[in-house]
Protein backbone atom coordinates (compact mmCIF):
# COMPACT_ATOMS: atom_id res chain seq x y z
CA UNK A 1 0.00 0.00 0.00
CA UNK A 2 1.50 3.08 -1.18
CA UNK A 3 0.32 6.79 -0.35
CA UNK A 4 1.66 9.96 -1.04
CA UNK A 5 1.86 12.75 1.27
CA UNK A 6 3.30 16.53 0.43
CA UNK A 7 5.45 18.88 2.54
CA UNK A 8 2.74 21.65 2.85
CA UNK A 9 0.45 18.44 4.49
CA UNK A 10 3.00 17.81 7.29
CA UNK A 11 0.80 19.31 10.16
CA UNK A 12 -1.89 16.61 8.88
CA UNK A 13 0.83 14.08 9.68
CA UNK A 14 2.07 15.24 13.10
CA UNK A 15 0.94 12.64 14.89
CA UNK A 16 3.40 9.95 13.10
CA UNK A 17 6.21 12.50 13.40
CA UNK A 18 6.37 11.66 16.83
CA UNK A 19 6.61 7.87 16.29
CA UNK A 20 9.37 7.63 13.70
CA UNK A 21 12.17 6.04 14.89
CA UNK A 22 14.87 6.29 12.23
CA UNK A 23 14.86 9.17 9.58
CA UNK A 24 12.30 11.88 9.10
CA UNK A 25 9.32 12.71 6.92
CA UNK A 26 10.95 15.66 5.71
CA UNK A 27 13.37 13.26 4.24
CA UNK A 28 10.33 12.77 1.77
CA UNK A 29 11.34 15.19 -1.18
CA UNK A 30 9.95 15.38 -4.74
CA UNK A 31 11.77 13.62 -7.82
CA UNK A 32 13.99 11.23 -4.78
CA UNK A 33 12.05 8.51 -4.63
CA UNK A 34 12.20 7.83 -0.79
CA UNK A 35 9.65 6.13 1.51
CA UNK A 36 8.78 5.67 4.94
CA UNK A 37 8.16 2.19 6.12
CA UNK A 38 6.52 0.88 9.13
CA UNK A 39 8.78 -0.60 11.64
CA UNK A 40 7.26 -4.20 11.00
CA UNK A 41 7.39 -4.00 7.16
CA UNK A 42 11.24 -3.09 7.31
CA UNK A 43 11.86 -5.88 9.86
CA UNK A 44 10.10 -8.22 7.42
CA UNK A 45 11.73 -6.31 4.56
CA UNK A 46 15.18 -6.71 6.58
CA UNK A 47 15.67 -2.75 5.19
CA UNK A 48 17.37 0.07 7.19
CA UNK A 49 17.56 3.52 6.38
CA UNK A 50 19.28 4.04 3.72
CA UNK A 51 18.49 0.75 1.50
CA UNK A 52 17.09 0.52 -1.63
CA UNK A 53 13.27 -1.47 -2.50
CA UNK A 54 11.54 -2.06 -5.51
CA UNK A 55 7.89 -0.67 -5.79
CA UNK A 56 5.66 -2.99 -8.19
CA UNK A 57 2.76 -0.98 -9.78
CA UNK A 58 -0.40 -2.75 -10.43
CA UNK A 59 -0.13 -1.78 -13.82
CA UNK A 60 2.14 -3.66 -16.26
CA UNK A 61 3.87 -1.85 -19.11
CA UNK A 62 2.63 -4.01 -22.61
CA UNK A 63 5.89 -5.16 -24.57
CA UNK A 64 6.05 -7.25 -27.43
CA UNK A 65 7.07 -9.97 -25.11
CA UNK A 66 3.91 -9.52 -22.82
CA UNK A 67 2.70 -7.55 -19.87
CA UNK A 68 5.66 -6.21 -17.66
CA UNK A 69 5.25 -4.85 -13.95
CA UNK A 70 6.19 -1.55 -13.72
CA UNK A 71 8.99 -1.20 -11.23
CA UNK A 72 10.42 1.74 -9.37
CA UNK A 73 13.47 2.08 -6.89
CA UNK A 74 13.09 4.14 -3.69
CA UNK A 75 15.48 4.69 -0.84
CA UNK A 76 14.52 4.29 3.01
CA UNK A 77 15.00 7.09 4.38
CA UNK A 78 12.52 6.78 7.80
CA UNK A 79 11.17 4.35 9.74
CA UNK A 80 8.00 4.55 12.17
CA UNK A 81 6.47 2.65 14.59
CA UNK A 82 2.93 4.16 15.17
CA UNK A 83 2.14 0.96 17.24
CA UNK A 84 -1.08 -0.19 15.37
CA UNK A 85 0.03 -3.50 13.62
CA UNK A 86 -2.10 -2.61 10.33
CA UNK A 87 0.13 0.41 10.08
CA UNK A 88 3.62 -0.71 11.12
CA UNK A 89 3.01 -4.23 9.13
CA UNK A 90 1.59 -2.87 5.86
CA UNK A 91 2.06 1.38 5.29
CA UNK A 92 4.78 2.61 3.54
CA UNK A 93 5.01 6.84 2.77
CA UNK A 94 6.08 8.55 -0.46
CA UNK A 95 6.02 11.79 -1.58
CA UNK A 96 2.72 12.31 -3.68
CA UNK A 97 4.55 13.24 -6.93
CA UNK A 98 6.42 10.16 -6.76
CA UNK A 99 3.87 8.30 -6.13
CA UNK A 100 2.11 9.77 -9.50
CA UNK A 101 5.24 9.09 -11.30
CA UNK A 102 5.07 5.77 -10.56
CA UNK A 103 1.78 5.24 -10.93
CA UNK A 104 1.68 7.58 -14.12
CA UNK A 105 -1.43 9.59 -12.91
CA UNK A 106 0.03 12.77 -14.08
CA UNK A 107 -1.00 15.54 -11.20
CA UNK A 108 -4.66 13.25 -10.58
CA UNK A 109 -4.56 11.37 -7.00
CA UNK A 110 -6.89 8.75 -6.22
CA UNK A 111 -8.18 9.78 -2.95
CA UNK A 112 -8.60 11.97 -0.39
CA UNK A 113 -8.57 11.41 3.72
CA UNK A 114 -10.34 14.16 5.96
CA UNK A 115 -9.76 14.29 9.39
CA UNK A 116 -12.54 14.98 11.78
CA UNK A 117 -12.28 16.60 15.30
CA UNK A 118 -14.73 14.42 16.26
CA UNK A 119 -14.06 10.91 15.03
CA UNK A 120 -17.21 9.68 16.14
CA UNK A 121 -19.31 12.08 13.24
CA UNK A 122 -17.22 9.90 10.23
CA UNK A 123 -20.56 7.71 9.84
CA UNK A 124 -22.39 10.74 9.25
CA UNK A 125 -20.35 13.19 7.85
CA UNK A 126 -19.09 10.16 5.11
CA UNK A 127 -23.54 9.69 4.58
CA UNK A 128 -23.32 13.39 3.99
CA UNK A 129 -20.58 13.55 1.35
CA UNK A 130 -22.20 10.09 -0.65
CA UNK A 131 -25.29 12.36 -1.26
CA UNK A 132 -23.30 15.00 -2.93
CA UNK A 133 -20.39 13.33 -4.37
CA UNK A 134 -21.21 11.58 -8.26
CA UNK A 135 -21.88 7.93 -8.58
CA UNK A 136 -18.33 6.97 -9.77
CA UNK A 137 -16.71 8.47 -6.02
CA UNK A 138 -17.59 6.61 -3.01
CA UNK A 139 -16.25 7.58 0.68
CA UNK A 140 -15.74 4.94 3.49
CA UNK A 141 -15.30 5.95 7.12
CA UNK A 142 -13.45 3.85 9.67
CA UNK A 143 -16.29 2.04 11.25
CA UNK A 144 -16.66 0.17 7.95
CA UNK A 145 -13.06 0.01 6.98
CA UNK A 146 -12.50 -1.43 10.33
CA UNK A 147 -16.26 -2.79 10.87
CA UNK A 148 -15.41 -6.32 11.87
CA UNK A 149 -12.77 -5.12 14.39
CA UNK A 150 -14.87 -2.32 16.19
CA UNK A 151 -18.07 -4.41 16.03
CA UNK A 152 -16.06 -7.15 18.49
CA UNK A 153 -15.08 -4.48 20.66
CA UNK A 154 -18.69 -3.35 20.36
CA UNK A 155 -19.55 -7.14 21.62
CA UNK A 156 -16.83 -6.92 24.55
CA UNK A 157 -17.91 -4.20 25.62
CA UNK A 158 -21.50 -5.21 26.62
CA UNK A 159 -20.32 -8.44 27.67
CA UNK A 160 -18.08 -6.78 30.09
CA UNK A 161 -20.72 -5.00 31.17
CA UNK A 162 -22.89 -8.05 32.02
CA UNK A 163 -19.76 -9.18 33.62
CA UNK A 164 -19.60 -6.19 35.93
CA UNK A 165 -23.32 -6.85 36.39
CA UNK A 166 -22.99 -10.18 37.61
CA UNK A 167 -20.20 -9.22 39.86
CA UNK A 168 -22.32 -6.51 41.60
CA UNK A 169 -24.80 -9.07 42.14
CA UNK A 170 -22.97 -11.79 43.79
CA UNK A 171 -21.78 -8.50 45.90
CA UNK A 172 -25.39 -7.89 47.12
CA UNK A 173 -25.82 -11.59 47.68
CA UNK A 174 -22.89 -11.20 50.73
CA UNK A 175 -25.30 -8.33 51.92
CA UNK A 176 -28.09 -10.27 51.40
CA UNK A 177 -26.22 -13.18 53.84
CA UNK A 178 -24.92 -10.86 56.15
CA UNK A 179 -28.05 -8.84 56.88
CA UNK A 180 -30.22 -12.50 57.35
CA UNK A 181 -27.24 -13.55 59.76
CA UNK A 182 -27.80 -10.42 61.80
CA UNK A 183 -31.52 -10.84 62.40
CA UNK A 184 -31.16 -14.17 62.88
CA UNK A 185 -28.39 -12.44 65.88
CA UNK A 186 -30.70 -9.78 66.53
CA UNK A 187 -34.21 -10.83 67.59
CA UNK A 188 -34.18 -10.78 70.69
CA UNK A 189 -33.31 -7.16 70.21
CA UNK A 190 -35.95 -6.60 67.43
CA UNK A 191 -38.71 -8.10 70.00
CA UNK A 192 -37.63 -5.52 73.15
CA UNK A 193 -37.98 -2.67 70.42
CA UNK A 194 -41.61 -4.28 69.22
CA UNK A 195 -42.83 -4.66 73.18
CA UNK A 196 -41.50 -0.80 73.33
CA UNK A 197 -43.59 0.38 70.85
CA UNK A 198 -41.45 0.30 67.23
CA UNK A 199 -43.82 -0.62 64.45
CA UNK A 200 -42.76 -3.51 62.11
CA UNK A 201 -42.06 -0.28 59.76
CA UNK A 202 -39.55 0.93 61.51
CA UNK A 203 -37.82 -2.34 62.09
CA UNK A 204 -37.40 -2.87 58.62
CA UNK A 205 -36.11 0.62 57.91
CA UNK A 206 -32.96 0.09 60.52
CA UNK A 207 -32.26 -2.67 57.87
CA UNK A 208 -32.79 -1.27 54.79
CA UNK A 209 -30.67 1.33 56.28
CA UNK A 210 -28.05 -0.90 57.08
CA UNK A 211 -27.29 -2.84 54.26
CA UNK A 212 -27.61 0.86 51.93
CA UNK A 213 -24.76 1.50 54.00
CA UNK A 214 -22.70 -1.52 53.22
CA UNK A 215 -23.76 -0.90 49.66
CA UNK A 216 -23.30 2.82 49.35
CA UNK A 217 -19.52 1.93 50.92
CA UNK A 218 -18.83 -0.67 48.61
CA UNK A 219 -19.80 1.70 45.71
CA UNK A 220 -18.23 4.49 46.78
CA UNK A 221 -15.10 1.96 47.07
CA UNK A 222 -15.29 0.37 44.08
CA UNK A 223 -15.88 3.53 41.68
CA UNK A 224 -12.57 5.54 43.45
CA UNK A 225 -10.67 2.30 42.89
CA UNK A 226 -11.94 1.51 39.30
CA UNK A 227 -11.32 5.15 38.05
CA UNK A 228 -7.98 5.49 39.36
CA UNK A 229 -7.01 2.32 37.98
CA UNK A 230 -8.51 3.21 34.73
CA UNK A 231 -6.66 6.72 34.65
CA UNK A 232 -3.41 4.38 35.11
CA UNK A 233 -3.57 1.47 33.83
CA UNK A 234 -0.67 1.70 31.55
CA UNK A 235 1.51 2.13 34.17
CA UNK A 236 -0.03 -0.59 36.09
CA UNK A 237 0.32 -2.62 33.95
CA UNK A 238 3.54 -2.14 32.86
CA UNK A 239 4.78 -2.98 36.23
CA UNK A 240 3.06 -5.84 36.53
CA UNK A 241 4.68 -6.89 32.92
CA UNK A 242 8.32 -5.88 34.57
CA UNK A 243 7.59 -7.67 37.98
CA UNK A 244 6.15 -10.97 35.91
CA UNK A 245 8.30 -10.68 33.09
CA UNK A 246 5.57 -11.56 30.96
CA UNK A 247 3.77 -9.42 28.08
CA UNK A 248 -0.08 -9.02 28.07
CA UNK A 249 -0.95 -7.70 24.83
CA UNK A 250 1.34 -9.18 21.52
CA UNK A 251 1.30 -6.70 18.79
CA UNK A 252 0.78 -9.35 16.58
CA UNK A 253 -2.18 -10.85 18.32
CA UNK A 254 -4.17 -7.58 19.55
CA UNK A 255 -3.13 -5.48 16.88
CA UNK A 256 -1.68 -2.98 19.94
CA UNK A 257 1.28 -2.81 22.19
CA UNK A 258 -0.24 -1.31 25.07
CA UNK A 259 -3.68 -1.38 27.00
CA UNK A 260 -5.50 1.67 25.83
CA UNK A 261 -8.07 3.43 28.81
CA UNK A 262 -10.69 5.27 27.30
CA UNK A 263 -12.80 6.41 31.01
CA UNK A 264 -16.61 7.22 29.83
CA UNK A 265 -18.57 9.10 32.56
CA UNK A 266 -21.81 7.60 31.11
CA UNK A 267 -20.16 3.97 32.29
CA UNK A 268 -19.48 4.75 35.34
CA UNK A 269 -22.76 6.26 36.40
CA UNK A 270 -24.78 2.94 35.07
CA UNK A 271 -22.22 0.56 37.07
CA UNK A 272 -22.59 2.94 40.28
CA UNK A 273 -26.49 3.20 39.84
CA UNK A 274 -26.45 -0.47 39.46
CA UNK A 275 -24.64 -1.15 42.14
CA UNK A 276 -26.63 0.96 44.50
CA UNK A 277 -30.47 -0.43 42.80
CA UNK A 278 -29.05 -4.10 43.70
CA UNK A 279 -28.15 -3.37 47.00
CA UNK A 280 -31.53 -1.64 48.01
CA UNK A 281 -33.67 -5.02 46.55
CA UNK A 282 -30.55 -6.88 48.44
CA UNK A 283 -32.19 -5.35 51.83
CA UNK A 284 -35.74 -5.76 51.41
CA UNK A 285 -35.96 -9.94 52.01
CA UNK A 286 -33.61 -9.67 55.18
CA UNK A 287 -35.49 -6.61 56.33
CA UNK A 288 -38.88 -7.86 55.63
CA UNK A 289 -38.59 -11.19 58.21
CA UNK A 290 -37.15 -8.89 60.57
CA UNK A 291 -40.22 -6.78 60.73
CA UNK A 292 -42.35 -10.16 60.70
CA UNK A 293 -40.31 -11.46 63.78
CA UNK A 294 -42.64 -12.74 66.58
CA UNK A 295 -41.34 -10.80 69.83
CA UNK A 296 -43.54 -13.71 72.46
CA UNK A 297 -41.17 -16.24 70.15
CA UNK A 298 -38.13 -14.23 70.72
CA UNK A 299 -38.29 -13.99 74.22
CA UNK A 300 -39.53 -17.36 75.10
CA UNK A 301 -36.30 -18.62 75.76
CA UNK A 302 -34.28 -15.68 77.08
Known sequence: MVRGILPEREEKVADLAQHMRAGALEALRPGEFGVVLGADLARNLRALRGDKIALIAPQGVVTPAGLIPRLKQFTVVGIFEAGFQDADAGLALVHLQDAQTLYQMGAAVSGVRLKLDDLFAAREVAYELLAKLPRDVFAVDWTRSHANFFRAVEIEKRMMFLILGL?????????????????????????????????????????????????????LVGVITGVVTALNVDVIVKKIEQLLKIKF????????????????????????????????????????????????EALRYE
Open 167 to 219: IVLVATINIVSTLVVSVADKQADIAILRTLGAAPRSIMQIFVVQGMVMGVVGT
Open 249 to 296: LSPDVYLIPDLPSDLQANDVIWIAALALLLSLLATLYPSWRAARVNPA
